[in-house]
């Protein structure tokens, strides 16, 4: 791993780019939805745990416990309907956006003509998990970086430690 150092700090100028599609959309909402599911199924738990101590019969326990996965079965359904409608409604789906990182901020635009600048001091976070890196403003504006948009190894690594080094907030998440 390569040093958040001075010299190549100050020289930063990275440009990455990748097609912004159903796959990489969906990606990008990941962190959350699996934060949600993992609730719910705690919730599940908790009823389970309920109807155990209150020593209900075990035909009951089963209801509830089929009735919950169910329920979350239709969940994950709907908020999947839900992601592809919003896809659809994306001013970027299936175009090409084009990551400019130096020391200064990020710089992304597209073919669409949308173009955004801005500083590290206005990232909030960065949430990074093995697809990619979730970026927050302190405006709670959400912005998507998929590692696959670095071609070398060595860039994703700088790319790294300039963020950590940059921003308050940085995040490794399984989820």
């Known amino acids: 791993m390569l040093m958040a ?3 190549w700090i100050k020289k930063m100028n990275l440009n990455v780019k990748f097609q ?23 919730v599940i738990l908790v009823f389970l745990i309920i109807a155990a101590a209150t020593q209900q019969p075990l035909r009951s326990v089963i209801m ?17 309907l839900i992601l592809l409608a919003e896809f659809k409604k994306f001013p ?32 909030f976070r960065i949430v990074e998990n093995k697809r990619g890196f979730m970026f927050v403003t302190k405006s709670r504006e959400f912005s998507w970086l998929p590692k ?10 700088k790319f ?7 921003v308050q907030k940085y995040k490794y998440t399984r989820l």
């Open 148 to 157: 696959i948009a670095f071609q070398k190894e060595e860039d994703l690594e």
């Open 20 to 42: 912004m599609n159903k796959k990489e959309w969906i990606q990008a909402h990941e962190i959350d939805v699996k934060r949600l599911y993992l609730s719910m199924a705690l």
């Open 92 to 123: 970027l789906k299936e175009e090409t956006i084009n990551w400019k990182i130096t020391n200064q901020g990020v710089m992304i635009d597209s073919v669409n003509n949308y173009n955004t600048k801005t500083g590290w001091d206005k990232i």
């Open 64 to 80: 509830i416990l089929g009735a919950s996965i169910i329920i979350v079965i239709i969940f994950m359904f709907i908020n999947h």
């Open 5 to 7: 150092d001075s010299i």
């Open 160 to 166: 790294i430690a300039l963020s950590k080094s940059k």
